[in-house]
Antibody
Framework: EVQLVESGGGLVLPGRSLRLSCAAS????????MHWVRQAPGKGLEWVSG????????YHADSVKGRFTISRDNAKKSLSLQMNNLRAEDTALYYC??????????????WGQGTLVTVSS | SYVLTQPPSVSVAPGKTAKITCGGD??????MHWYQQQPGQAPVLIIY???DRPSGIPERFSGTNSGNTATLTISRVEAGDEADYYC???????????FGGGTKLTVL
C-alpha cells in the first residue's frame, strides 16, 4: 500500500524558515517524480514544487521561486521542502504527492494527509 | 498564466447524473486530470488523460475534453460523492501544472 506521511509543519514567524519532510513507503520511491501541493484554509489546490526521480529536473511555482527548495533522498525514501523567508500567504496545508511517472506526467496519483504550516506573528 | 474555470457549485439529486465543467483556452489539446476531495481528506485522482480511470475508481466517473471545455460526469450519483472536485492540466506556457478553482458537488 502506498503511503506518504508529511511532517515538519507548525507555527512560524514571518521571515523565518521551516523544513517539511515526506516519508514514502509501499512503492519504488526512486521510480517516480514527486511534488508538493498546498491548500490555503478554505481555498483550492496550488502546486508548489516538483522533482524528477533522480533530482536532475526541478520546478518551483513562481510564488515560491527563490524561497523554497525541493529535494529528495532516494536511499531514505524521503522528500523535503526547505521553505525560507516565509510569508503570511504561505499559510496552508502542504501535501506530498506522487507523480504517475518517473519523469513528469503532471498528474498526482497518491497524496499524503498533509502538514499544516501557519505563518503569523 | 493559463486559467481553468470551474463553477463554484453543482447540485444533483441521488441517482441522477452530475456534470462538472472545466473551461480553458483550447483546453481540448491538453491532458486533463480530475481530483475528488472529500471533506477533511486529501485529494484523490479519479480521472487522468481526459478519460482514464485509476484502478479502484468506479465506472460511474467519466471524463471528456474537447474544444474549450472538459467535463467530469458522475452517473447514478450517491451521497458519498459529495465532495470538492478539481480539474488540472499542465500549462506549456509556464511549464507548471494548473488547477481549476474547484467545484463543490452537493447531493440533495
Amino acid at each position: 500500500e502506498v503511503q506518504l506521511v508529511e511532517s515538519g509543519g507548525g507555527l512560524v514567524l514571518p521571515g523565518r524558515s521551516l523544513r517539511l519532510s515526506c516519508a514514502a513507503s509501499g512503492f519504488n520511491f526512486d521510480d517516480f517524480a514527486m511534488h508538493w501541493v498546498r491548500q490555503a484554509p478554505g481555498k483550492g489546490l496550488e502546486w508548489v514544487s516538483g522533482i524528477n526521480w533522480n533530482s536532475n529536473t526541478i520546478y518551483h511555482a513562481d510564488s515560491v521561486k527563490g524561497r523554497f527548495t525541493i529535494s529528495r533522498d532516494n536511499a531514505k525514501k524521503s522528500l523535503s521542502l526547505q521553505m525560507n523567508n516565509l510569508r503570511a500567504e504561505d499559510t496552508a496545508l502542504y501535501y506530498c504527492a506522487k507523480d504517475r511517472l518517473r519523469y513528469f506526467d503532471w498528474s498526482f496519483d497518491y497524496w499524503g494527509q498533509g502538514t499544516l504550516v501557519t505563518v503569523s506573528s | 498564466s493559463y486559467v481553468l474555470t470551474q463553477p463554484p457549485s453543482v447540485s444533483v439529486a441521488p441517482g441522477k447524473t452530475a456534470k462538472i465543467t472545466c473551461g480553458g483556452d483550447n483546453v481540448g489539446v491538453k491532458s486533463m486530470h480530475w481530483y475528488q476531495q472529500q471533506p477533511g481528506q486529501a485529494p484523490v485522482l479519479i480521472i487522468y488523460y481526459d478519460s482514464d480511470r485509476p484502478s479502484g475508481i468506479p465506472e460511474r466517473f467519466s471524463g471528456t475534453n474537447s474544444g474549450n471545455t472538459a467535463t467530469l460526469t458522475i452517473s447514478r450519483v450517491e451521497a458519498g460523492d459529495e465532495a470538492d472536485y478539481y480539474c488540472q492540466v499542465w500549462d506549456t506556457g509556464s511549464a507548471h501544472p494548473v488547477f481549476g478553482g474547484g467545484t463543490k458537488l452537493t447531493v440533495l
